[in-house]
DNA sequence: ATGGTGGCGCGGCCA
């Protein structure tokens, strides 16, 4: 069982990347974000003709997510219980036994802007979702792009970034606040590169640089963390043409 | 360097 995350940064702009990933790596499961993809657009027929179903949840312009799977996926849900959201951050599915719940968490601009207690305020509401979802479902992925980097690790360089957006220790806080409710950073359960990200800015040639920073991630529940073969990086298709700036994070089970 | 690039959608916002 292999599952996968990817913010693609527009699906009409990404679609032929993304089909193509699918059919070079097969995986069970593609967490996307930053769909930004009305429903009425969504271009699922793309994906059926490679054998994947889709659920998701989008918006004009902005945000979006969606879930592509080999299995149909039952229990679908596009909200944190209790946040009133017009934004499409969030779409959980069940696929087999498998709770899926994927995110895409508020950038929040600059620390201390409005934008930033939006984020703050979502974080918390979803810590409070997901301990009850952890008492649900004893397999319990929650993947996609977090827009923290958990660990100075995760940071090209750390002391540039101290304190500043998606690094700040609030941010950090919140991050670990999940891991306490039992979820684990399934990348952290290997040993992995040094410099290991899964995003770098478009200006300035931070890709070539490898000035990145590593916020998408996959958290398992216990029980996953236990089946868990690895979790890897694939950096190639950021060496695309018109890629995104984001690349997708897999992990692999011992089942399915 | 308060810049730089990219997506959406056609001016300015968001990342």
């Keep these: 069982m292999k599952i996968a995350t990817w913010n693609v940064n527009s699906l009409r702009v990404r679609l032929g990347q993304v089909i193509d990933w699918l059919r070079a790596v097969e995986p069970d499961v593609l967490a996307m974000q930053e769909t930004k993809c009305k429903d009425e657009h969504f271009p699922a027929d793309a994906f059926a003709e490679i054998g994947y179903r889709v659920e998701f ?3 004009a312009g902005y945000n979006g997510v969606a879930i592509a799977s080999r299995k149909e996926a039952t229990g679908v849900a596009t909200d944190i219980d209790g946040f009133d959201d017009h934004q499409r951050r969030v779409i959980a599915a069940t696929i087999g036994e498998l709770r899926v719940i994927n995110l895409y968490v508020p950038n929040g601009q600059r620390v201390g802007s409005e934008k930033y207690e939006y984020k703050l305020r979502w974080l918390a509401a979803l810590r409070d979702h ?25 940071v090209h360089d750390p002391a540039a970034w101290e304190g500043k957006i998606m690094c700040s220790e609030p941010e950090r806080a919140a991050i670990r606040s999940l891991r306490q409710l039992g979820l684990h950073d399934a990348f952290r359960l290997f040993e992995q590169p040094p410099q290991s990200f899964t995003w770098w800015d478009y200006r300035a040639g931070a890709f070539r640089r490898n000035l990145g920073l590593r916020i998408d991630l996959i958290l398992v529940s216990e029980q996953l963390r236990q089946m868990c073969k690895s979790c890897t990086i694939d950096a190639a298709p950021r060496r695309n043409e018109r890629p995104s700036d984001h690349v997708p994070v897999i992990a692999e089970f011992a089942f399915g």
């Design 130 to 154: 997901l301990r009850i979802e952890l008492e649900r479902h004893g397999q319990l992925v929650v993947l996609g792009d977090f827009n923290v980097a958990p660990e100075d690790e995760d």
């Design 57 to 59: 949840s989008g918006e």
